[in-house]
């Protein structure tokens, strides 16, 4: 990786090519120079996106349209073309390398430290639907084909439990039976995607809180990051997931589930930055949003549990059980919404 650096017109020389972040998907390293400044570099993971090149077409696309529209910098990812002057470096071995500015005097957060920050990242995704409404939507790829297609999700859930390669479905028989219970309303969302009664719009799809850059100082939303899975989808998809990461009062693989609830006061707070941010929401899309919450959060538990018996072949993982103990995280948030229903339905309708 530290000759991947080179291969990128930086202003100075490489000092350090060090790994960075905690994203599950791509390898993320911070390339420091000799004068000081910072680049962030990643090899865009393969065995994820069937299609590196189409995704690299989407993210070229995606920041040109938003750094034409912006005031200043650090509110769209930079790409730093290569020697050659491309967008993007492919090594010997096929790998599809990137190099972008360092978005600098940022923070990016693992879970919210006041309430404030999470409101400011509701305006950052809000604001980034709400930016991308004229760009045509149909020009994207579909980076990851049925990405938030939950039935499908569902599909190759049941393909993995009946492989169950490693053996580890015995053991979680409860964790089965919460997913399999919720099956046939967990595809409310793409019913209505395909009958058409949500409009489709260009979504981020992976609105975790760490995706979003608040600026070091005032706190506000600068811009959202991690751009690999833009596409045409629903806005119950980009608010769901942020609830789903934002608004649990645990971490995401939180060992301790007595830890791990789904705030009301953040969801509320988000409700409304997202709201606000995007004032072209149509009435059925608001009202979509609470189930986007649950059903992102149902969907991504059973992606972890998936993976977990699939011998944990997608997302990284830091220990053996670590998709279960996400697994695990997620069920909690969903029963947790189911109690909490009535409250989060009347939040959106009160906006
Ligand atoms: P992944 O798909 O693996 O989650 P991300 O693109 O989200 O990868 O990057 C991982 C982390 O790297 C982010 O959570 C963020 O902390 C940091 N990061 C990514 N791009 C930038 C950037 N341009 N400026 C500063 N930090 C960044
Ligand atoms: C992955 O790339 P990252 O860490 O932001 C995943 C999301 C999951 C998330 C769970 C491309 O997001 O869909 O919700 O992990 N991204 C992809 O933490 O699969
Ligand atoms: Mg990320």
Known sequence: ME???????????????????????????LVQTASGRRYILQKVNGAVFPDRRALMENIIAVTRY????????????????????????????????????????????????????????????????????????????ETIPDFHNTPDRYRKFHAALARDPLGRAAAVREELGFFLRRE????????????????????????????????????????????????????????????????????????????VEMSLELFAIYAKGFVEACPALTEPERETLPLGAKLMTLECGLRFLTDYLDGDRYFHIDEPEHNLRRARTQIKLVADMEKKWGRMTDILCRL
């Open 66 to 141: 938003l750094a034409a529209r912006s005031r200043d910098s650090r509110e769209h990812l930079t790409l730093v073309p290569t020697l050659e002057g491309l967008d993007y470096w492919t090594d010997a071995e096929g790998e599809i390398w990137r190099l972008y500015d360092f978005i600098e005097d940022s923070l990016c957060l693992q879970a919210p430290e006041t309430a404030e920050d999470f409101y400011q990242s509701a305006v950052a995704f809000g604001s980034f639907q709400a930016k991308m409404a004229d760009f045509p939507a149909h020009t994207l790829h």
């Open 184 to 259: 046939a309303e967990a595809g409310t969302l793409q019913q209505m995607r395909q009958s058409g009664a949500l409009p489709l719009r260009v979504t981020h799809n992976d609105t975790k809180l760490n995706n979003v850059m608040l600026d070091a100082v005032t706190r506000k939303a600068l811009c959202v990051i991690d751009l690999d899975t833009v596409m045409p989808g629903l806005a119950a998809y980009d608010f769901g997931d942020s609830i789903r990461f934002g608004a649990s009062t645990g971490a995401e693989d939180e060992a301790d589930l007595s830890k």
């Open 3 to 29: 000759y991947a650096a080179t291969r990128f017109s930086l202003d100075a020389p490489a000092l350090s090519c060090e790994r960075y972040g905690c994203g599950h998907i791509n390898s993320t390293y």
